[in-house]
């Protein structure tokens, strides 16, 4: 395990993998999950790239610091992270709040990013009073009293009612720490790249599953059509987080998108 003190937060960290010449792909965790949610794309990518998986402040093994956050923090986070890693010209892929991040990286650092994938993610997410109200609710009964009602919109019922591993994720959101989780929550409230998504001139993926419940397909084509030239896919079968659900038709999607990216035959603005 590797950790890193970046703007006075321990960060938890993972580098993988890598052949070649490739650039490296940092993946970006979503609200109430750690870096262990990318292990099944992690596994199916390391032979070909390096890979960077972290745990965003607040969540996992990575401290707390000063909540609540703003995106601009977690931001902050992740170039240093990058600048003491020395990675530059990445491919960014921000799952939910983390495209977020990764859009937010995109506007203070365009020189780190080389592509963006952008997954089950928006420009803006929800509003200030649904925000609002679940930081209230968090306040009034802990992570329990709103879990039920996140893993419907992380999974989708078949996976819920049959897979083994789905007790595990339950488990992984109500173990984040409440501040670091409430802390992103208002982070998410506040931020907004509508205005920034049509300055994007590098290759975007925007990927998401059917039956996402929180950032639904036709909010991630909103994204995408605002991006120039992004490209947009839907996963069958899967819900909020589909490098859990469906890791292998992800997989198969990032690297569909990332050939081109790769041998420089990418359109971009
Ligand atoms: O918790 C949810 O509803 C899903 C989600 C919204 C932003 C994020 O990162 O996850």
């Known amino acids: 395990m590797q950790f890193v003190q970046v703007n006075g937060v321990s960060l938890h960290h993972q580098i993988i993998g890598g052949a070649g010449n490739k650039p490296v792909i940092v993946f970006i965790n979503s609200l109430g999950t750690d870096f262990r949610i990318w292990r099944d794309v992690i596994v199916r990518l390391a ?17 707390v610091g000063q909540a609540p956050y703003s995106i601009e923090d ?130 975007t993926l925007c990927v998401v599953g059917d039956q996402d419940g929180a950032t639904p397909p036709e909010l991630v084509l909103s994204l995408a059509k605002l991006i120039p030239r992004a490209r947009y896919e839907v996963i069958k079968d899967a819900g909020h987080i589909p490098c859990v659900e469906q890791p292998e038709m992800l997989t198969t999607i990032i690297e569909a998108f990332l050939a081109p990216v790769i041998s420089g035959e990418a359109a971009h603005g």
């Open 47 to 63: 032979g070909s790239y390096p890979l960077l998986t972290y745990d965003k402040r607040g969540h996992g093994l990575s401290d």
């Open 74 to 203: 977690h931001v902050d986070d992740l170039i240093g992270l990058l600048e003491h890693l020395k990675v530059s010209d990445a491919v960014v892929c921000g799952l939910s709040v983390g495209g977020l991040i990764a859009q937010g990286l995109y506007v203070r650092r365009p020189d780190l990013v080389k592509a963006l994938i952008l997954c089950d993610t928006a420009h803006k997410i929800g509003t200030a009073d649904m925000w609002a109200a679940r930081i209230a609710a968090i306040d009034e009964s802990g992570l329990d009293g709103i879990v039920d009602g996140v893993m419907e919109r992380w999974f989708t019922p078949a996976f819920r009612e049959s897979d083994s591993a789905f007790p595990g994720y339950r488990n992984m959101m109500l173990r984040q720490p409440v501040e670091g989780y409430t802390g992103t929550c208002a982070a998410i409230r506040d931020a907004d790249y509508t205005a920034a998504a049509g300055e994007i001139a590098v290759p």
